[in-house]
């Protein structure tokens, strides 16, 4: 649709009354001036709560469970009632807030009741922060007079049933949106869609991942053809690194598609890894905002940047990885085979491999994966290699959990020689110790694998190296 923008507002930009309500002035805004379609994330914290609320539950502590239900209607009531002071107004929505929360208490009971958690009701349940919250923007924009309404993605966002990281189906989701959504843009109405969730073709709950709100908005504005994607963070955009963790980090005022990807698939919380792919094919240009600052311009990602491929650009980390390393017990085993048959273990495990690396002459090797892909994916490898690891041609796999992952990223790194080595030496100057080491051929990304109480001096150390910050 011409003109049209998605705005996708975060947990930090969605966290209280006062918070919707600079967001909801920013929509408002927006919605004057062009078609808009908002994406909304829970409020922050809620989609851990209902996670732990369903953890409570599975491990039968009652208690547990009621404490948690009766925080997140407490923190619910008390934003409804801050921002819709009018009665009438607050009563409606105060009851559509109970049912969509009596939703979540039924399935919670229902996983206390049985005692596990099966996917799909997970999915179902932890759907709800972004319903509530979606539900309160929505009302707070109509009491002040705004066509805005509240719609629930799995109406719209068509997935695979892979629970918990469902993938879109573009085709079925453009079909279902455009429908739906084509009329009321016409007349200019404010839809205010939730992200994270979807839903399989025959209707079952499914969500896009821990952080897939951004995810959501960029599936609409590619389906929508939107012409711009905004981002609504709690940063001044996309940093040379975690702010949290480099205090002199500088906000880039523009990034490619690439990078940006690279550095949110190696831990740069601010954008869901997945966020870019609907949109590179159509060049929608993304902004990423701070609501917290509006002074501030944020950062473009566009396809190609002003100043070209210019060397390092950031630096990222990610703590919550494992090293799985395999290692045949004969150099008689053919290392290639057993690389093959793991690779394959790790699909079927639908994990995804951060970093590998392999020995020449043992032909062991090891894979860096996310923790919470883990136990998935040492079940799928013990199935796989059953025989080899019963009769010891297969030592036992090998898990390290005390790793981090450190990357910097940037187009252009090629043509920076040396960079590898002076990148080596800043990280050894802090004596910490490099215990693997991945470079893509296209260098835009340089990994390395590190003890974890090394990683935040490691990133320090590559920031200063790189001179990235202000
Ligand atoms: N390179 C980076 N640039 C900006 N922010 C980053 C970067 N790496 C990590 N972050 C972190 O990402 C956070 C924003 O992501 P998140 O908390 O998921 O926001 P939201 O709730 O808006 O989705 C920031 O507060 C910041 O600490
Ligand atoms: N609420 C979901 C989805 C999300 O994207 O959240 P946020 O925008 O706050 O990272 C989560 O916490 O995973």
Same mark, same amino acid.
């Given at each position: ?71 997140? &209607? ?17 009563? #409606?929505?105060? #009851? ?30 932890? =759907? ?73 073709? &025959?209707?079952? =709950? ?39 963790? %480099?205090?002199? =980090? ?9 990078? #940006? ?60 990885? #494992? ?59 013990? =199935? ?47 004596? %910490? ?28 150390? %590559? ?8």
């Amino acid at each position: 649709m011409k003109n049209l923008l998605v705005m996708k507002f975060g947990g930090t930009s969605m966290g209280t009354a006062e918070r919707i309500k600079s967001a909801a002035a920013l929509c408002e805004d927006a919605h004057s001036h062009r078609p808009t379609v908002v994406v909304v994330s829970a409020m922050s914290k809620v989609t851990d709560m209902l996670l732990e609320t369903l953890r409570h539950a599975e491990g039968g502590d009652e208690r547990g469970v009621d404490a948690n239900l009766a925080a997140l &209607d407490h923190k619910h009531r008390d934003c409804c009632a801050d921002l819709l002071p009018d009665l009438p107004a607050r009563n #409606a929505t105060q #009851a559509l807030l109970d049912s969509i929360l009596l939703e979540f208490s039924r399935i919670a009971r229902g996983v206390l009741m049985l005692g596990e958690r099966p996917p799909r009701s997970v999915d179902e349940a932890i =759907a709800v922060g972004e319903r509530l919250s979606s539900t309160l923007i929505a009302a707070y924009m109509k009491s002040r007079g705004v066509e805005a309404f509240a719609v629930n993605a799995r109406d719209l966002v068509v997935t695979d049933a892979v629970f918990g990281n469902a993938s879109p189906l573009m085709d079925q989701t453009r079909e279902k949106a455009v429908n739906q959504l084509k009329p009321a843009l016409e007349q200019r109405k404010l839809p205010v869609i939730t992200g994270f969730n979807g839903a399989t073709m &025959d209707g079952r =709950a499914t969500t896009l991942g821990r952080g897939g709100s951004d995810f959501s908005a960029s599936i609409l504005a590619s389906v929508l053809d939107a012409s711009e994607l905004w981002i609504w963070s709690d940063v001044d955009g996309i940093m040379s690194a975690d702010p949290r963790l %480099v205090p002199n =980090a500088k906000v880039l005022d523009e990034i490619t598609y690439r990078e #940006a990807a690279e550095l949110a698939y190696n831990g740069a919380k601010v954008l869901h890894p997945r966020t870019l792919v609907p949109l590179m094919e159509k060049d929608i240009p993304v902004w990423s905002k701070n609501s917290f600052n509006l002074t501030a311009p944020g950062t473009r990602i566009v396809p190609e940047t002003r100043e070209g491929p210019i060397g390092p650009r950031a630096v990222t980390s990610m703590t919550n990885v #494992a090293l799985v390393t395999l290692d045949p017990a004969s150099a008689l085993l053919s290392g290639t085979k057993i690389m093959a048959r793991s690779l394959e273990a790790l699909a079927a495990a639908n994990a995804e491999v951060l970093a590998l690396t392999s020995s020449s002459y043992r032909q062991n090797f090891c894979f860096l994966i996310r923790t919470a892909e883990l136990p998935a994916v040492i079940e799928r490898l013990e =199935a796989t290699f059953s025989i080899e690891l019963t009769h010891g041609y297969l030592n036992p796999i090998d898990v390290e959990l005390d790793v981090g992952l450190l990357a910097i990223v940037g187009e252009g790194m090629k043509g920076h020689p040396g960079l590898a080595g002076r990148i080596f030496t800043a990280i050894s100057r802090e004596m %910490v110790n490099i215990i693997a080491i991945a470079q893509g051929s296209s260098e835009l990304t340089i990994g390395i694998v590190v003890r974890k109480d090394g990683i935040e001096k490691a990133v320090r150390a %590559v920031h200063a190296e790189c001179g990235l910050g202000n």
